[in-house]
Every structure is written in C-alpha cells, then in structure tokens.
C-alpha cells in the first residue's frame, strides 16, 4: 500500500466542490515537508496541479486549491466540470525512505 | 516550450534489460533535476529515482537499488534510465519528469510515458 493514503474515489455533481485527502505521517506531511498534486486524465501524462502545499502553476484555474495541515493536505475542486473527471495523486517526500512518495490516487467522477 | 519525448515502446522478456531514453528540449537540459516515475497497470506512481543532468550523480528509490541505472548524454539532451532483471511486475508506463526546482521536488512537466511489458 502507498505511503500516502487518499480516498479511492470520489464523486460530485457539475458545479459542486469536492476534496480529496491526502493522509501521511510523522516522517512525511507531519514532517513539514510539501504536498504536490497532480491529474491523471485517461492515456495522458500526469499534469501538475498544485506545488508546495497551495501553489497553482500558470494555467491551472483557481478552482482548483490545496492546503495542507499537521500530517495531511487536501485538495479542493469548486465548481466541478466534466473534465475535472479523472485520477488525482497527492505527492511528497518521506525522510524514512529518503525519496519522494505518492498516494494511492483518487478517482473523481463527475455525475 | 518545454518538451520530453520518450522513446517508444518495449517488449521483453523475464530476465532482460531494457533502456529508455528522454529527450529533453526548450529549456537548459543542466539545470534541472530528472526524475523517472512510473505506473504499473491499474495501480499507482511509483518514484524510481532521479539523476543530476550536470553531474551525473544519482539518487534512486531503495525498491531498485541494484537493479537501475540512470544516466544522461549532455550533448543531446538526453536522460536513460535501465532497469534489469525484469519481472513480470515491472510491467508499467514509465515516465520521465522534470523537476520543477521549487524547494521540494514536485515534477512540473513529463514525458509522453513509454510502456514497458515483460512476458514470456
């Protein structure tokens, strides 16, 4: 099982906001270090969404958001789209196994 | 703009090696860290490690320590990554990604991914 663990799935009407949790430990979040997401669409490479806890890049809309808190961080999606339909993997760093650690991803479907 | 192609896809057998390479270009190959990630059918990203394009030093996850090697040709731009011994369970997307250079590693662009499948 992933380092990092997130809701299998999640789901919401077009329009509404849903988050997705990312939930680590003392020697990961709890440790101070960044959360990172990223979208999976299908056959896609994954795109980054969010850098250092709540930091868009240029080009991904504010509707999307991050926060981070004690040993977990979320990511918030308002104002759902059809094409916000796809995987969202949350990432960070564990200092336990020195490298870089993903959560087990979450698929958000679109109703 | 920032480009990573990969190289196309493998088939090998149990017990082999394969090589995947990433071609780098619209930015200076050297400054950024790169990393290899790949996903597994049906299951998550996996990190595997990252190389130094300006020194070549490397860094890779414990799961495949000893089995792979990344390595990059500067002249081109390029970054490989080889992982021997293959198991069926290496079977996977693997993808090349950049660092973004943010104070912790986050991957701000990637490669188009190159499916790796080890049968017998």
């Known amino acids: 099982q992933s380092v990092l663990t997130q809701p299998p799935s999640v789901s919401g009407a077009p329009g509404q906001r849903v988050t997705i949790s990312c939930t680590g430990s003392s020697s990961n979040i709890g440790a101070g270090y960044d959360v990172h997401w990223y979208q999976l669409l299908p056959g896609t490479a994954p795109k980054l969404l969010i850098f250092g806890n709540s930091n868009r890049p240029s080009g991904v809309p504010d509707r999307f958001s991050g926060s981070k808190s004690g040993t977990s961080a979320s990511l918030a999606i308002t104002g759902l789209q059809a094409e916000d339909e796809a995987d969202y993997y949350c990432q960070s760093y564990d200092s336990s196994l020195s490298g870089v650690v993903f959560g087990g991803g979450t698929k958000l479907t679109v109703l | 703009q920032v480009q990573l192609v990969q190289s196309g896809a493998e088939v090998k057998k149990p017990g082999a090696s394969v090589k995947v390479s990433c071609k780098a270009s619209?930015?200076?190959?050297?400054?950024?860290?790169m990393h290899w990630v790949r996903q597994a059918p049906g299951q998550g990203l996996e990190w595997m490690g990252w190389i130094n394009p300006n020194s070549g030093g490397t860094n890779y996850a414990q799961k495949f320590q000893g089995r792979v090697t990344m390595t990059r040709d500067t002249s081109i731009t390029t970054a490989y990554m080889e992982l021997s011994r293959l198991r069926s369970d290496d079977t996977a997307m693997y993808y090349c990604?950049?660092?973004?250079?943010?104070?912790?590693?986050?991957?701000?662009?990637w490669g188009q991914g190159t499916l790796v499948t080890v049968s017998s």
């Open positions: 619209g930015y200076t190959f050297s400054e950024s860290y």
């Open positions: 990604a950049r660092d973004l250079g943010y104070s912790e590693t986050s991957f701000d662009y």
